[in-house]
């Protein structure tokens, strides 16, 4: 398994494309749309990778001087609960410090508050409406593992 920062409009990131939309956007009847990948090109872009096939992704938004947010996380259903996701999240938080971002926040789905509560993630404030699913916002104050 490897993990790496992929350039937008490669074949990765076309792979990435795919996974997006068979995990996050096909189980609810929508299409992955130009309006849900116009950010793409600024965000860092993440992918775990097995002999070239895509296995998961992230990416990272630059919000503000100490903040970048998590999003689109997505994890090849079969591979669910193996580890990857938990490698992807590590790798997006090194790479957020290592460009001077101290604090992490993502939108996550009701059914994955628990898997980023066990990373240290802390819900705030009320649930909300995103792409037809309940949400909720999520913190994490980030530092280096010695």
């Known amino acids: 398994m490897a993990i790496q920062i992929i350039d937008y409009g ?17 189980p609810l009847g929508l299409e992955l749309s130009k309006r849900d990948t116009v950010e793409d090109e600024s965000d860092i872009l993440i992918g775990c990778f097995e002999s070239d096939k895509i296995m998961g992704c992230c990416m990272l ?18 591979l669910q609960g193996k580890g990857v996701g938990r490698a992807l999240v590590g790798f997006a938080e090194t790479i957020a410090l290592d460009f001077g971002y101290g604090h992490m926040i993502l939108h996550a789905r009701n059914s994955a508050v628990g898997f980023y509560q066990k990373l240290g993630y802390q819900v705030f404030g009320e649930p909300f409406t995103e792409v037809s699913l309940p949400h909720r916002l999520m913190e994490k104050r980030l530092e280096r593992l010695l």
Do not use: F, W
């Open 10 to 26: 490669s074949e990765a990131y076309m792979q990435m494309l795919q996974l997006r939309h068979q995990i996050l956007r096909k």
């Open 61 to 78: 938004k630059k919000m503000d001087a100490g903040s970048m947010r998590l999003r689109q996380m997505a994890v090849h259903s079969g």
